[in-house]
């Protein structure tokens, strides 16, 4: 059976940037003027007309759209119904396709998230990151405390069936309370789905240079490992379960496209900076959005590099990403130590059944268990 085919657009403008973040993405001021927001989703498009040639007649219709970036609102509703309704024309939507938008809660009103719905979105992302106002000002976030829930709760109002929050946790200055509150936040929210990260101190990014400073201290391993005991207590006692280790959801609310690139699906990446997956090949876009508008304008590829993933790569991967989810890998081409289970890693009935699925306890240290896994 053919794997799915999923769309990734890469919408690479922010307001203003966090602290944290090391995505690709541009303000305003450092995107120059021969960027425009306004316009920005012709050039999307552009590409996926581009995408539709490269791939010929692959009869697969797009089963997923995950619109992320940055803050894709930016471009407005109709810039995002319009790369929408290029996908439909030129690919084609599967009958009961996921499309998802990410936003930022200041970023949408009720207005901009009934026009999305009208124009085929099933799927809206905020993030949340805390509702602790001294959480949000260390990780830079302009929103206010409140403004995530409220906006989920339009989101559900208005008729969205599929409404996740974004957590980030571990933040320096975070204490269990503040975690405690939010979790309370997101559970009078209505949502069917959450995320939560923990914070990782990314190089070159003003954040690292706070901690280098010693102006805040590190992120602990084991404050972490805390902290996601109780995220993972307080979502599963209200109905959320696990499927992926850091994603939780109502029956039925899983995020199908992310499922698509954990279990190596095939998905084209359609933005500046974006990665594809096709076939066992890997490309990327050029990450500037002047240099990627350029390069489509003109008629050529986007493409900064490519690679092609040998059975070696191929299988790392589908360990890697696989043992990620709660429905695990399958034991075959595997050698797995016993004392995996014995040090309360994996499941011991899952093993019997063939299968390799993580513990909470292998959760948090799911980065060791696949370099057992891989030898």
Same mark, same amino acid.
């Not at 914070?199 to 590190?218: F, K, N, W």
């Given at each position: 059976?053919?794997?799915?085919?999923? @769309?990734?657009?890469?919408?690479?403008? *922010?307001?203003?940037? *966090?602290?944290? *973040?090391?995505? %690709?993405?541009?303000?305003?001021? /450092? #995107?120059?003027?021969?960027?425009?927001?306004?316009?920005?989703?012709?050039?999307?498009?552009?590409?996926?007309?581009?995408?539709?040639?490269?791939?010929?007649?692959?009869?697969?219709?797009?089963?997923?759209?995950?619109?992320?970036?940055?803050?894709?609102?930016?471009?407005?509703?109709?810039?995002?119904?319009?790369?929408?309704? &290029?996908?439909?024309?030129?690919?084609?939507?599967?009958?009961?396709?996921?499309?998802?938008?990410?936003?930022?809660?200041?970023?949408?009103?009720?207005? @901009?998230?009934?026009?999305? #719905?009208?124009?085929?979105?099933?799927?809206?992302?905020?993030? @949340?990151?805390?509702?602790?106002?001294?959480?949000?000002? =260390?990780?830079?976030?302009?929103?206010?405390?409140? $403004?995530?829930?409220?906006? $989920?709760?339009?989101?559900?109002? !208005?008729?969205?069936?599929?409404? %996740?929050?974004?957590?980030?946790?571990?933040?320096?200055?975070?204490?269990?309370?503040?975690?405690?509150?939010?979790?309370?936040?997101?559970?009078?929210?209505?949502?069917?789905?959450?995320?939560?990260?923990?914070?990782?101190? /990314?190089?070159?990014?003003?954040?690292?240079?706070?901690?280098?400073?010693?102006?805040?201290? &590190?992120?602990?391993?084991?404050? @972490?490992?805390?902290?996601?005991?109780?995220?993972?207590?307080?979502?599963? &006692?209200?109905?959320?379960?696990?499927?992926?280790?850091?994603?939780? $959801?109502?029956?039925?609310?899983? *995020?199908?496209? %992310?499922?698509?690139?954990?279990?190596?699906?095939?998905?084209?990446?359609?933005?500046?900076?974006?990665?594809?997956?096709?076939?066992?090949?890997?490309?990327?876009?050029?990450?500037?959005?002047?240099?990627?508008?350029?390069?489509?304008?003109?008629?050529?590829?986007? /493409?900064?590099?490519?690679?092609?993933?040998?059975?070696?790569?191929?299988?790392?991967?589908?360990?890697?990403?696989?043992?990620?989810?709660?429905?695990?890998?399958?034991?075959?081409?595997?050698? =797995?130590?016993?004392?995996?289970?014995?040090?309360?890693?994996?499941?011991?009935?899952?093993?019997?059944?063939?299968? !390799?699925? #993580?513990?909470?306890?292998?959760?948090?240290? $799911?980065?060791?268990?696949?370099?057992?896994?891989?030898?």
């Amino acid at each position: 059976m053919a794997p799915s085919l999923g @769309m990734y657009v890469h919408v690479p403008f *922010c307001s203003s940037r *966090c602290g944290y *973040c090391d995505f %690709n993405t541009y303000t305003a001021t /450092e #995107l120059g003027k021969d960027v425009r927001r306004d316009t920005f989703h012709e050039v999307l498009v552009d590409e996926i007309r581009y995408a539709r040639s490269v791939l010929g007649e692959d009869p697969r219709p797009v089963s997923t759209v995950f619109v992320g970036g940055g803050t894709p609102t930016l471009i407005g509703s109709e810039g995002l119904n319009s790369v929408l309704v &290029a996908i439909r024309d030129e690919f084609g939507l599967a009958h009961d396709a996921e499309v998802t938008t990410e936003a930022n809660p200041d970023s949408v009103d009720a207005a @901009m998230l009934a026009e999305l #719905l009208d124009g085929g979105y099933t799927r809206i992302s905020l993030g @949340m990151q805390s509702s602790a106002p001294a959480v949000l000002r =260390v990780l830079d976030r302009t929103h206010t405390p409140g $403004a995530s829930v409220k906006a $989920a709760r339009t989101a559900r109002d !208005i008729g969205f069936q599929h409404v %996740n929050l974004d957590l980030i946790y571990g933040t320096p200055g975070e204490t269990d309370d503040d975690l405690r509150r939010t979790l309370d936040d997101v559970l009078t929210a209505g949502i069917d789905h959450v995320s939560a990260y923990s914070l990782i101190v /990314e190089d070159g990014t003003p954040l690292a240079r706070r901690v280098a400073r010693g102006e805040l201290p &590190a992120p602990d391993d084991d404050v @972490m490992a805390e902290r996601y005991v109780l995220i993972d207590d307080a979502l599963t &006692a209200a109905g959320l379960h696990w499927y992926e280790v850091s994603n939780w $959801a109502e029956t039925g609310g899983e *995020c199908r496209h %992310n499922l698509a690139y954990w279990r190596s699906d095939d998905w084209w990446g359609v933005g500046p900076g974006a990665h594809s997956h096709v076939a066992g090949e890997r490309w990327w876009n050029t990450k500037h959005p002047r240099t990627y508008a350029e390069r489509l304008s003109s008629g050529s590829s986007p /493409e900064d590099g490519r690679e092609v993933l040998d059975e070696e790569q191929s299988h790392t991967e589908r360990v890697m990403l696989g043992v990620r989810l709660a429905e695990g890998i399958a034991v075959s081409g595997l050698t =797995v130590d016993p004392a995996l289970v014995t040090e309360g890693l994996i499941a011991p009935d899952a093993l019997v059944g063939g299968t !390799i699925v #993580l513990t909470r306890r292998g959760r948090l240290l $799911a980065d060791a268990v696949v370099r057992r896994l891989l030898g």
